[in-house]
């Protein structure tokens, strides 16, 4: 059967994936209560600015901070996509928390995907390295890799080089773009290239799909407190000042 979308993975499993990013979308949506809104103080000086130098609404500003903050979960949730994409190519499959993100059935390759090329620091880089090396003394034919979806360049090297203070290299360590893997999984040059430009079409179809209707308590935390200025008269942004600092000096009065 020929595939509408891309032909490495079939339209079903494509679909799937796109289902899956979609639930976290909602669920950390969801997520975002007043509470959680609050969680790590919400700068209202630099909101004010925002609004005021930006031409943006309390309202608009509220659920763009928001989204901001629903952003940081949703990263996470881009690179499970991608390993769930890899995991449907035949011949490899994803992990499933066994300390790999990808591996070829047949143990001859093993893989941690990172989403951007600078999410690790030198420690985490040095404990990876340790790992896809202990994969690939324990796996004599596996070669291992580093996988950056969102890399600075496109290659496919070896990965060798000073992490804290220590020279490390294997020769069946590597890192990889995120171009040069599906390549390398798919046998297709341009994988990642098809994948990219079928996301559109693919996401209206599966939204067609869904019960649209099944959405989300969309903007639970804005809701929360506009329900709150009904009550007190304050704007949105003095409300959120108020709940956030009513313990300082002044701030009370608002």
């Known amino acids: 059967m020929t595939n509408k979308y891309v032909t490495f993975i079939s ?71 991608h390993e769930q994409i890899l995991g449907g190519i035949k011949g ?23 989403n951007k090329h600078n999410t690790m620091n030198s420690s985490s880089a040095e404990a990876l390295f340790q790992k896809l090396a202990r994969y690939a003394d324990d796996f004599k034919k596996a070669k291992c890799y580093w996988v950056q979806i969102l890399a600075k360049s496109s290659f496919n090297e070896h990965w060798k080089g000073e992490i804290n203070g220590k020279e490390y290299s294997h020769s069946r360590v590597f890192k990889i773009s995120g171009d040069q893997f599906y390549s390398l999984l798919s046998g297709e040059e341009d994988a990642l290239f098809q994948l990219y430009k079928v996301l559109p079409s693919a996401i209206k179809d599966y939204m067609k799909l869904v019960d649209i209707e099944v959405k989300t308590k969309d903007n639970s935390a804005l809701d929360e407190i506009s329900s709150e200025t009904k009550k007190t008269k304050r704007t949105i942004l003095d409300q959120i000042t108020f709940e956030n600092y009513s313990y300082y000096l002044g701030f009370d009065k608002l």
């Open 11 to 81: 339209d079903e499993h494509l679909l799937n994936c796109i289902g899956n990013l979609h639930e976290s979308y909602l669920r950390a949506k969801n997520n975002i209560s007043k509470k959680s809104f609050y969680t790590n103080k919400v700068d209202t000086i630099k909101l004010t600015f925002d609004a005021q130098f930006n031409n943006i609404n309390e309202d608009d500003l509220i659920q763009s901070e928001i989204l901001r903050q629903i952003d940081k979960s949703i990263n996470n949730s881009i690179g499970t996509f």
């Open 92 to 114: 490899f499959e994803v992990g499933n928390l066994s300390g790999f993100d990808i591996k070829a059935s047949d143990d001859t390759l093993f893989a941690d995907i990172k």
